[in-house]
């Protein structure tokens, strides 16, 4: 019987060329990352940037990250600074974008940026997409792999849901091992948080030497397009609850209800980084097995817990 996921295919050489082959005719393909599954294309192609915004049902006001293998291929996109090559050092490659400004004579097609004259980067550090960035000579812009306000997919299986056969080439790279987007740092002003993420504001801030501003929790929403309904699974969710209502699918962190029926833990050492890195699977977990609710109890607002609270927040959005 043939295999359903026909078009998920393991990393080797031949899936190598056949993928550059693929990018290279402006289609579009589905690749692993360290943070979540991206949906990728070259940033230079009208009609491959065309196709992301068409795959995903994505307003045109919402701008792409592009990807690339190392600084000097940016250089050619965009004006950098001191505080972009701070932070590149220390995190790069690795799960954080900044937004530049973008030079006047850049390749990368416009509405990958919405127009807009600054272009967000990212040097993701999977060694998957590492390996195909350094073998083409454009950058991939690449949204999450999921179509526009659902979750974003942390398994090649996760990225088949969203798209199915509609990709022909989906790359297996395992489970994404921090599982929640990249942190979003706009470094064109003062340098502010714009999504937060595994490298938290302190960690930003100690490479900075400066104190940024508080992303509090009513906080509106800044970047272009970033919706304010997103990562939702689809079905209602309450935040900072405490009240088991005996029906939802209930989601905690800590071990205390390991064995109740319908309560799920994000980690049961109370560790926000795995926490993050559990919650979209939890998040299509629970769809699938039917529930038609979600509470989740309080997410400690400090370190990558506030990267939870950010995403379940919008979640809850309705
Ligand atoms: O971890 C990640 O960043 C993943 C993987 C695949 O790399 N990608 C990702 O892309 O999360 P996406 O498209 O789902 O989210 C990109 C975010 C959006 O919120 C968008 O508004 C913001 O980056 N963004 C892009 N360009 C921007 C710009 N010029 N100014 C401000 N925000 C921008
Ligand atoms: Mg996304």
Known sequence: MKNSYS?????????????????NNS?????????????????????????????KGRPKSNPLIIHYFNINNALKD?????????????????PITFILNRKNNSKIYPLACANLNTVAIRFPKHNIIRSLLKKIDYPLAMPSANKSSNVSPIN???????????????????KCKIGIESTVIDLTYYPKILRPGIIDKEMI????????????????????????KHYSPGIPIMINQSNYDGKSAFIYLGKKYIKKKNFFSLSKKFNLNEAASNLYKVFRMIKKKGYKKIQISKIPYKGSGIAINDRIKRASKS
């Not at 943070?35 to 196709?51: C, M, Q, R």
């Not at 990225?159 to 790279?173: A, R, S, T």
């Open 7 to 23: 078009n998920i295919f393991s990393f080797n050489k031949k899936i190598i060329k056949k993928t550059i082959k693929t990018l």
């Open 27 to 55: 289609d579009v393909i589905g690749l692993p990352t360290e943070t979540v599954y991206g949906l990728g294309g070259n940033a230079y192609s009208k009609k491959s940037i065309k196709k992301i915004f068409q795959f």
């Open 78 to 94: 965009v004006i950098i600074n001191k505080n972009f090559i701070k932070l590149y050092k220390k995190f790069c490659p690795g």
């Open 156 to 174: 090649s299986k996760d990225v088949f849901e969203e798209f199915g056969k509609k990709l022909k080439i989906i790359i297996d790279g395992g």
């Open 205 to 228: 801030e100690t490479v900075l030497r400066i104190k940024l501003k508080n992303t509090s929790k009513n906080e509106k929403i800044k970047s272009p397009g970033m919706l304010k």
